[in-house]
């Protein structure tokens, strides 16, 4: 029995190296075999220890730290014998502007019809023939490529897919809290982060320029967008639709890297953005809870090797900081919530000293000191992914995808070919808030929050600063809810001035359509 066993392992062995896939530059006939080649020592990206050393192998630590403004500046294609954090890792593989995924290899889908039209909905029964709709789009605008490695990257948002009504929406809350607000003192000033294919702001400015032409007059749009490409895109498209230099400006640089200041009232867009905002990644002591930062080296042959040490990143010190400060805590598994837990775990045989992976979004928090250093008298509208599926493993981990030949494919490894795929994370919205509102609270950028200060108006004691109070945003200032009994600005007294909500709360709250023959100014605040 046993040599029969034998057998048909072996022939099922055999089979099954027949299935192993390699890409190829021309699609090959189903009956060729793959092209021969000199059998190597595998290698595998993962620490085959069970248990975690602070040992790094001293190999490693003779490679530069590097960053992805260095990787940006000084190579054209991706780096070998190097070390980086697993942040600058996530951006060097998105944006850098010689191989990056949205420098090179994405491509936005683009809904059918003129520049504002798009999808007939109401052609559609039920959402399987609008599936059935978007996938033949996929196809038109040429995700299937001839190749059988990773082709022509192909995805969508929902601006795209529900324009121009999504952009409609969005202008309407926006332009009716600079009419209960602003107007007609100040200008419209709005920004919006990486602005892909240039949809919603061309969807935003013809609404306005349709239904709101004295605030259209005032209407300031700035693009701020990394990619050289889609920045292109953005200008032709919009000058093309008669939006001119006066009304649109386009920066093509990192929003990290934004140096000036609006002093002025204005509106901050993020639209399906900060899911691709690179995350650190840390793990904790399974004995002490002590955090240990990521950081990944890459080997004169291109083989990723990931590693841990002490926290010494300021950033990744911060986020901690500023989490503990907001009274949220890491979301640990059951076995390491409790000194007696931790202590059983530890004891069990080959039990690992470290907890599981936990992505931590500081460039989030990069974002929001920005938005206080740059913008003091901003309003912001972020959109994004609650939650997502087929995610690598681990906490608030990530999605990494690349499409073959019209089929997306999912990954169980941020650590993959920099530049060919997509690397996107969750959205924690309540813990982006409670961020939020805690750094904005903060007098400096990098002072304490908890400084004592007399209550009394939010607005700034010095008035020709025009500016809001250090303290605007902070929890501390807010008198407690009373059952019934609304703010003037609509909210419940003592109710978040930063409220989150879905899609459809969102747009069951601000939009209705709208119809030339419609008038009078909207009066549904944001």
Request: proline share 8%; with cysteine.
């Amino acid at each position: 029995m046993l040599p029969t066993a034998l057998r048909q392992a072996r022939r099922c062995c055999q089979r099954r190296q027949c299935l192993k896939a390699y890409f190829a530059t021309s699609s090959i006939p189903r009956t060729d075999r793959p092209p021969f080649r000199k059998i190597n020592k595998e290698k595998f990206n993962f620490n085959p220890e069970v248990t975690f050393s602070a040992d790094v192998p001293q190999q490693y630590l003779t490679y530069p730290l590097v960053t992805s403004n260095d990787l940006a500046e000084t190579f054209n294609a991706p780096p070998t014998r190097v070390r980086m954090l697993v942040r600058d890792f996530i951006e060097d593989a998105l944006y850098n502007p010689h191989y990056g995924y949205f420098s090179k290899q994405a491509t936005i889908f683009a809904a059918p019809g003129e520049e504002n039209e798009g999808f007939d909905f109401n052609s559609f029964k039920d959402t399987t023939q609008f599936e059935t709709a978007v996938a033949s789009r996929y196809v038109e605008c040429g995700s299937l490529a001839d190749t059988n490695g990773p082709g022509k990257q192909i995805w969508h948002t929902p601006t795209e897919l529900f324009k121009p009504w999504y952009g409609q929406a969005i202008a309407q809350c926006l332009v009716s809290e600079y009419l209960l607000k602003y107007f007609p003192y100040e200008d419209f000033k709005i920004y919006e982060l990486g602005a892909g294919n240039g949809t919603l702001a061309l969807n935003i400015l013809d609404y306005l320029r349709a239904y709101y032409p004295e605030v259209y007059d005032r209407t300031v749009y700035t693009i701020i967008e990394i990619s050289a490409p889609l920045a292109k895109g953005q200008r032709t498209r919009l000058r093309r639709a008669g939006h001119g230099q006066r009304t649109v400006h386009i920066e093509h640089q990192s929003v990290f890297s934004w140096t000036k200041t609006e002093h002025a009232p204005c509106y901050i867009l993020a639209a399906e953005v900060v899911d691709n905002f690179a995350h650190d990644l840390v793990r904790y002591d399974t004995r002490t809870l002590e955090p240990f930062q990521g950081l990944v080296a890459i080997d004169a042959e291109g083989e990723f090797i990931p590693y841990y040490t002490k926290v010494n990143d300021p950033l990744v010190a911060s986020f901690l900081s500023l989490r503990q400060r907001i009274k949220r805590q890491p979301r640990l598994p059951w076995y390491l919530r409790t000194p007696l837990s931790r202590s059983v775990f530890a004891a069990l045989p080959f039990s690992p000293n470290l907890s599981p992976p936990e992505y931590i979004p500081t460039r989030q928090l990069s974002l929001l000191r920005l938005l206080r250093a740059h913008f003091p008298r901003h309003r912001l509208l972020l959109t994004d992914f609650s939650s997502l599926p087929d995610a690598v493993p681990g906490i608030n981990g990530p999605v990494v995808q690349t499409s073959v030949r019209g089929t997306m494919v999912p990954c169980q490894t941020i650590f993959v070919r920099q530049g060919y795929f997509d690397i996107l994370f969750p959205t924690a919205f309540e813990q982006l808030r409670d961020m939020y509102e805690c750094v904005l609270d903060q007098r400096t950028s990098d002072g304490p929050s908890d400084l004592m200060h007399a209550p009394g108006s939010h607005i700034s004691s010095d008035t020709s600063s025009s500016s809001l109070d250090p303290y605007f945003f902070s929890s501390s200032s807010r008198r407690s809810p009373l059952d019934g009994v609304k703010s003037a600005s609509g909210l419940p007294v003592g109710e978040r001035r930063s409220s989150v909500f879905s899609h459809a709360e969102f747009m069951g709250t601000v939009w209705r359509p709208r119809t030339r023959r419609d008038s009078g100014m909207g009066k549904i605040p944001c």
